[in-house]
């Protein structure tokens, strides 16, 4: 009888790595520190009709395969039924061989159900019906879902202005996973659109109780938000940054560019610049002054189809890698933070892998000894999370810095079926390893390797973030 596709060492290619990986890897917990999980819906312990709810609902990766291989996008973003879209995925699943989308749909279906068969149109209608009975357990909830793949920690994605209220609930009902908020501002320097812009600012008055009418009260307001998310037990910010920003200004400009905003008149390129400098250095003192660590995803040249844009919204699937450029900018942010001593823990993905050499030379700049591995170069981020993305960074890390301080994997995901994302992940590094030993380039000595391994997978995130695993973070008042 052939092996499953999914078999017990799938990608393990030498004895090395298949014990690196089944001894050392498989058993490590999840600490998922970046991810877009809806904090609703584990509050609610959603449960699910049916896979395509689970699998398809909000996946731009899958959508975009769907429209490359001729589907409408009724089925794909539309009105269609939920069986008509799983359809229209099922037929779609053969044509992406060689796309990890191939992979991580048959690592879902049997790590999360037990399924070997292979999704196809042939396969569909079984899998779909033997699927939505299993979803229909309380194991198959949301949180059953986390906690199967042995998930520890989540971390989500929040504006300044959310309310928190789930991750309160969450807490207070003693989840057995830590969920988090993470700050995530964008919108609040976000000035090439003034009416947007004052919306949220007045939307951010609002959350933090405060009347913005000015720079300065704007900052306060920020700073009140920022210190709600740390009773919470926020301990990450994240940005979404289509270059780093590093103009040279005074206070006063910045204070006189909020002005110009608030009486609705647009700024230049050159005055939004200065504003995104402006705050984003701010926002990089808060996070020093509490020890959060700080995130910075950047290189995306988002909602380039400006028709589907407006038909369906942003992280619909039109977006695509930029190529800004980022070394200058990036050295004067952080140099001006270092040379304040107000630089902190930092985390920098970029999406264009001609950055690798980059990011993994530009981290070592600003290694200070103070905590290990202070500056990460991140895990391949979005359409570098494959094997050669993935492969890409960990070889540049391992180049030109230490590999074995690396704080690992993260979903980035929405949907409660990315966890074998981790898996995915681990089972590279450790083919990696294993062939490195078969060559005579890295030491056949397996207890080093492993620990190595599992500090990757698991211990190194523990230590980095320094968030309390035992205990939930205590209810806070807005």
Request: with cysteine; proline share 5%.
């Amino acid at each position: 009888m052939p092996k499953p596709f999914i078999h017990e060492d799938f990608l393990l290619s030498n004895d090395v790595a298949r014990t690196l990986y089944h001894e050392y890897a498989k058993s490590m917990p999840i600490f998922d520190y970046h991810c877009h999980l809806s904090p609703a819906e584990i509050a609610e312990n959603r449960s699910y009709d049916n896979l395509t709810q689970v699998w398809l609902y909000g996946d731009h990766y899958k959508w975009r395969a769907m429209r490359t291989g001729g589907v409408p996008e009724r089925l794909c973003t539309g009105d269609a039924g939920d069986w008509e879209k799983f359809q229209a995925w099922a037929q779609i699943v053969p044509q992406t061989l060689r796309n990890p989308l191939y992979h991580w749909t048959h690592l879902e279906l049997k790590r999360y159900f037990g399924i070997d068969q292979r999704l196809s149109p042939e396969t569909a209608k079984p899998i779909f019906e033997a699927t939505r009975e299993m979803l229909q357990t309380d194991a198959f909830r949301a949180r059953g879902l986390m906690q199967s793949m042995k998930v520890k920690v989540v971390c989500t994605t929040d504006d300044p202005v959310d309310s928190l209220e789930h991750h309160r609930q969450i807490a207070a009902e003693g989840f057995a996973v830590k969920v988090l908020p993470t700050w995530r501002p964008d919108k609040a320097m976000a000035a090439e659109n003034i009416e947007t812009l004052n919306a949220y600012i007045d939307a951010l008055g609002r959350a933090a109780d405060r009347d913005i009418s000015n720079y300065d009260t704007y900052l306060e307001a920020l700073r009140r938000r920022h210190d709600y998310f740390h009773q919470m037990g926020c301990r990450l910010s994240d940005h979404g940054l289509e270059t780093f920003y590093a103009e040279p200004y005074h206070d006063e400009d910045i204070r006189a560019l909020f002005d110009k905003i608030r009486s609705r008149r647009p700024l230049h390129p050159a005055e939004q610049r200065q504003f995104k400098s402006a705050l984003l250095h701010e926002f990089a003192v808060m996070d020093h002054e509490k020890g959060w660590t700080q995130q910075f995803h950047y290189g995306a040249m988002r909602n380039v189809n400006s028709r589907m844009f407006e038909r369906l919204g942003p992280d619909t699937g039109f977006d695509s890698i930029g190529d800004r450029p980022v070394a200058e900018a990036a050295s004067a942010f952080f140099d001006r933070l270092c040379r304040q001593g107000k630089l902190t823990k930092t985390i920098l993905y970029n999406l264009n892998p001609r950055d690798n050499a980059l990011l993994a030379t530009m981290i070592g700049n600003y290694q200070d000894g103070t905590v290990p591995g202070k500056m990460q170069f991140g895990s391949g981020w979005w359409f570098l999370d494959q094997k050669d993305g993935m492969t890409a960074q960990i070889n540049a890390l391992s180049n030109m810095g230490l590999l074995s301080r690396f704080v690992g994997m993260l979903t980035d995901s929405r949907s409660f079926l990315s966890y074998p994302r981790h898996e995915y992940f681990r089972r590279i590094l450790c083919d990696i390893l294993g062939r490195e030993v078969e060559s005579g380039e890295l030491p056949d000595e397996i207890d080093l390797l492993g620990r190595m391994v599992q500090d990757i997978s698991f211990n190194n995130a523990k230590r980095y973030f320094a968030i309390d695993l035992d205990e939930s973070a205590p209810p806070a008042k807005k």
